[in-house]
């Protein structure tokens, strides 16, 4: 990684983060449900989904080509996915938590 490369990527977290929760507040207006809730569970829900997809391995079969490789499981492909996906867990709990008080 370049010197230059964090800078963009963190933008674009820190913009999911904040569209993610409010997708999570547009609908708790709409259901009319406890927004702080709704949040908490939308960055929950969307955590654990990309704490997943980062976890699953790489390598073994090809999708292209529909054959087998011998290139075997390199374990979790997208770090900066799993990364995410814990720090939306994270910020799920903080919400959650700070809600309580």
């Known amino acids: 990684?370049?010197?230059g490369e964090a800078g963009p990527g963190l933008l674009?977290?820190?913009g999911v983060t904040v569209a993610l929760g409010l997708l999570g507040a547009i609908i708790a207006v709409?259901?009319?449900r406890d927004v702080s809730s709704t949040v908490a569970a939308t960055y929950y829900i969307i955590g654990c989904v990309l704490f997943l997809v980062g976890m699953f391995p790489s390598g073994g079969y090809s999708l292209l080509r529909g054959t087998m490789t011998r290139r075997r499981p390199?374990?979790?492909r997208f770090e900066p996915t799993l990364l995410?996906?814990?720090a939306l867990i994270?910020?799920?709990v903080?919400?959650?938590v700070t809600a309580l008080l």
């Open 94 to 96: 903080i919400v959650d």
């Open 30 to 32: 709409a259901a009319d």
């Open 90 to 92: 994270g910020l799920g």
């Open 12 to 14: 674009r977290a820190a």
């Open 1 to 3: 990684m370049r010197a």
């Open 74 to 76: 390199l374990g979790s």
């Open 84 to 86: 995410l996906g814990l």
